[in-house]
């Protein structure tokens, strides 16, 4: 048995940890964030892990004893890489030995991290075969049990021929999420929506992930950033029409943002919308690709970023945002002509995995809609950067969850495995390295559950001010995924390349999410980084 270390030990120690990040960061303020990009990335992950370890310390206080070990644990941890910044990168961050942590926040680090104690975590685990009962409130706790029962009832039977097959989500799932109210978590009630709030969203959505990330925990992103778009910039007669058929499922939407030589800046967005009159009504002609438009083919309307104004020197400033209506596509290519000689050709691109919806590459000829599918019409002209950006807070925020969804997935995967499978003549799960390392996942998925449940809370507060929050949650979760998954898939040995058991499906899975809704450079940097600096 380890020798028992208290919450209010880890609190002191993360308090003492806070105070030597502090002072790297001030030492940072005051200079380019390009002229020290590898530092500012370092305290980007630093911040991000800190403000995690404060959440699950804060969950496990008023959840009951059976998580303080994982709080404890992950704070020991985190403690222990702040204070390496002195240790191995002080030149870099301005710090001298003066600034090292004391004897007391070590000891504590070096005894929270101890292997005995991440073994324990990792028995414990597997006794519960892994599976997540963290308590709720009761609203909550419905919302997460009938969640549960559909995602394991009808999506989990059905993942494993989504992915190896490459097929396109089941109309059964969307007719099914859309009656039981999926789309409008976020949506108030005057407009069709359930009003639910960004915390019963991100339960939602890890329940989904953890059944099947593409096919089930992803389909509610894009209603989600369009919705947000709406909401904060639309007008009442556009929120009146779009919101209610986004929170019915009747319109299921993609968002078109990325471009073939335009990722992460989106500022740089060169696809083009220029007033124009077809059959009588005034409108916008839209010219130009997008790239990575994921469910493209199937969606009814796509939520697209076009410049408005050619002058390139406007930059964000001369981007608007559009709702573009298109017939369903079942294929993995389609080509649709306008009556008045518009056109857009989508091909979907092969991928390893998140295999589901299919992201698309799009070109739009000359394609035609009308004045009041600008968001915020002419007074929204200009705004689409701004407008999409606050989509993609939410959209980060939900992405965290996706990835504590698949995180969980992989964790309860490899437990059951390490119970059931055995090696030299014992159960896997009687080897030390094995308890050690499920400890280890079981600590890093309730550290990634507890950043993105408390930026959900932030963001229900005031969602402008959270988004830095959610992009942390994003960055934390979906390293979280990538790691989780990998050991899992190496707890699996051989079986864990194999398409026979699902960890395989989950590494490759995981791959995409440091990627999609703000690659992880970007948020590093240009978010949580600048954020920081401030």
């Known amino acids: 048995m380890s020798e028992a270390i208290s919450t209010r030990d880890a609190a002191g120690a993360l308090d003492a940890a806070a105070r030597l990040l502090d002072r790297a960061v001030r030492n940072a303020r005051g200079r380019e964030i390009d002229d020290q990009q590898v530092a500012v990335a370092r305290l980007a992950d630093l911040a991000t892990e800190h403000r995690s370890a404060l959440d699950l310390l804060s969950y496990a206080e008023g959840a009951g004893e059976g998580h303080a070990p994982l709080a404890v644990s992950w704070a020991g941890q985190v403690v222990s890489r702040i204070g390496r910044l002195v240790d191995d990168h002080a030149a870099d961050h301005g710090l001298t030995p003066e600034d090292a942590l004391d004897r007391r926040e070590r000891e504590f680090a070096r005894g929270a991290c101890a292997e005995p104690r991440l073994r324990e975590i990792g028995q414990g685990v597997a006794r519960d075969r892994g599976r997540n009962e ?11 049990a009938s969640v ?11 993942a494993e021929a989504i992915h190896r097959r490459d097929l396109l989500v089941p109309e059964s799932f969307i007719e099914q999420m859309s ?18 709030g960004h915390v019963a969203m991100c339960i939602t959505t890890e329940e989904l992930s953890r059944a099947s990330l593409a096919a089930a925990g992803s389909l509610i992103t894009r209603p989600e950033i369009l919705a947000k778009a709406l909401l904060a910039g639309g007008t009442e007669e556009q929120k009146r029409t779009w919101l209610p058929r986004i929170a019915s499922g009747e319109a299921m939407v993609a968002v078109g943002v990325t471009e073939p030589d335009i990722g992460s800046d989106v500022a740089s967005v060169k696809c083009r919308a220029e007033p124009a009159r077809v059959g009588g009504r005034e409108g916008w002609a ?3 690709p997008k790239a990575w438009c994921t469910f493209a083919g199937r969606a009814d309307i796509i939520a697209l970023l076009a410049r408005t104004d050619p002058d390139p020197a406007l930059g964000a400033r ?28 989508g091909k979907a691109d092969a991928t390893p995995g998140y295999r589901g919806l299919h992201s698309f590459s799009l070109n739009f000829e000359r394609y035609f809609v009308p004045a009041d599918h600008l968001i915020g019409e002419e007074g929204g002209r200009g705004r689409g950067f701004y407008l999409q950006m606050g989509g993609f807070a939410a959209g980060r925020l939900q992405t965290g969850a996706r990835a504590t969804g698949l995180a969980q997935a992989a964790l309860e995967r490899t437990s059951e495995y390490v119970l059931d499978r055995s090696q030299f003549g014992r159960p ?6 094995t308890q050690y390392r499920l400890g280890w996942m079981a600590t890093r ?5 507890a950043i993105t449940y408390a930026a959900a809370e932030a963001m229900d507060r005031d ?6 929050y959610a992009a942390q949650a994003k960055l934390l979760a979906c390293d979280t995924a990538v790691d989780v998954t990998q050991a899992g898939q190496l707890l699996h040995g051989g079986w864990g390349y194999a398409e026979e058991y699902p960890i395989s499906r989950y590494v490759v899975d995981a791959q995409v999410l440091p990627i999609f809704e703000g690659v992880k450079p970007t948020l590093q940097l240009k978010v949580v980084g600048r954020a920081l600096l401030a």
């Not at 999926?182 to 009003?195: K, N, P, V």
């Not at 969602?463 to 830095?468: E, I, K, S």
């Open 318 to 345: 001369g981007l608007s945002l559009f709702i573009v209506p298109k017939p369903r596509f079942d294929g993995r290519e389609f080509e649709y002509r306008q009556p008045g000689g518009g056109r857009i050709v």
């Open 428 to 433: 896997l799960i009687d080897f030390q390295l």
């Open 463 to 468: 969602a402008r001010a959270a988004a830095p």
């Open 134 to 144: 963290s308590p709720l409130g009761e609203t909550l706790e419905q919302v997460r």
């Open 286 to 288: 839209i010219d130009g």
């Open 179 to 196: 009656a039981l109210g999926y789309f409008g978590l976020s949506i108030d009630e005057a407009y069709g929506g359930t009003a639910l």
């Open 445 to 449: 998925v309730a550290a990634a559950r």
């Open 148 to 158: 549960r029962e559909f995602a394991d009832g009808e999506v989990a039977p059905s």
